[in-house]
């Protein structure tokens, strides 16, 4: 970043610093990639810079399409402009197909397809290991009222069917994602976070090849490759040149 700022929150691969205006932060996408609970760790140059160009995409994409959400605009490669929001610490799983952490779970087929989709929160929270909730523990934790709650589903099935839209059009599937959704100063439920393949799984549609941060979970050595392959896939020339990007 070109100005230093005072960092407010660390995550696994972002940090959020301050601005000058209260109610805009800005998100910056750092190389580190983990998994299992963050047990498995590495850092991947460049990751930053494509899941930064792929979020605000799929941010303008969805904006477009009358979701509000806490991006603004790419202020510089790897760095976003976004509205201030008191996180909801929930992770809000969207799935159209069965795999991953759900067939360890449940007796689904693997590939099975889930329609309609399914939504299924989780708990952030890193002391618990991120459990799933149901409605009545998370009213009961004062996380989310039910009206909330209804909404975040509702606008989570809206996203599914626009980024599937979307993404189908590029040649990408999309299998399952992760959203995180957050308050304005109004009290508005706004989707805040990031839509990558760190929080995604994106198969090939032709090929079902992993498209993602399973490739890494996998412990495959093209990671970055893949990256910068759905970056392409996604984000158009005239953007990659803008930022300088040739993959
Ligand atoms: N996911 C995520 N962060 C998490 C857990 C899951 O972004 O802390 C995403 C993950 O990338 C996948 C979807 O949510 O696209 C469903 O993940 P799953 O429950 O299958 O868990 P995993 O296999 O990642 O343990």
Redesign the pocket.
């Known amino acids: 970043m070109s100005e230093t700022k005072n960092l407010i929150y660390a995550g696994k691969a972002k940090d959020v610093y301050e601005t000058e205006k209260d109610d805009e932060v800005i998100v910056a996408f750092r190389d580190d990639i983990t ?2 609970d963050g047990e498995k760790k590495d850092n991947l140059k460049g990751k930053g810079h494509c899941n930064s160009l792929i979020s605000s995409k799929l941010f303008e994409v969805l904006e477009s399409n009358n979701i509000k959400t806490q991006y603004i605009k790419l202020i510089e490669n790897g760095s976003m402009l976004s509205k201030k929001l008191d996180m909801i610490p929930l ?1 809000v ?1 969207a ?1 159209n197909i069965a ?4 067939l360890k779970r449940f007796p689904f087929e693997e590939n099975q397809k889930l329609d309609p989709p399914i939504i ?1 929160m ?1 708990f952030k929270n890193d002391e618990y290991h ?1 459990p799933m909730l149901n409605d009545e523990i998370t009213i009961s934790l004062g996380i989310a009222t039910q009206e909330e709650l209804d909404e975040i589903k509702n606008i989570t099935l809206k996203i599914n069917k626009i980024l599937s839209e979307f993404l189908k059009e590029k040649g990408i599937l999309l ?4 959203l995180e959704f957050g308050k304005d100063e109004k009290g508005n439920i706004v989707l805040g976070d990031e839509i990558s393949p ?4 994106y198969w090939d549609i032709d090929t079902l090849e992993t498209l ?3 490739s890494f ?1 996998k412990g495959q050595d093209n990671v970055m490759d893949i990256y910068e392959q759905v970056c392409n896939m996604i984000v158009n020339k005239e953007d990659l040149a803008k930022w300088g990007v040739s993959f």
Not at 99 to 102: A, E, Q
Request: hydrophobic letters at 20%; proline letters at 0%.
């Open positions: 998994a299992g992770e799983i799935r795999t991953g952490s759900l299924q989780d991120d299998v399952d994602f992760k760190d929080t995604c799984r993602d941060k399973d979970r």
